[in-house]
């Protein structure tokens, strides 16, 4: 027997609800080239849902980008002055 990964009972009234670990996984696949058409009818995700989980992800590290960046100013302009 094996270990079915989808989520039962998946339709308007009970959506699917997925991990951020596997999110980051099916994202890390999209980045590194694999076709989404391919990691949709491999995990049975919609590619609509898969454009979002990608921009979700990359929304988050631009968030986190600029909050480093508002971090290190004043670092770097107290070793200038």
Known sequence: MTW???PM?????????Y???FKR?????CES???SRE???????ARSTLRRWVQDIRD???EMEADV??????????RQA
């Open 39 to 45: 990691i949709g009818a491999e995990y049975d995700i």
């Open 69 to 78: 960046s508002e971090q290190a100013t004043p670092v770097f302009t107290r």
């Open 60 to 62: 988050r590290r631009l």
């Open 4 to 6: 079915d990964w989808r």
């Open 25 to 29: 996984q099916i994202v890390q696949s």
């Open 19 to 21: 991990d951020g670990a």
């Open 33 to 35: 080239g694999k076709p």
């Open 9 to 17: 009972m998946a339709g308007p009234k009970h959506p699917r609800h």
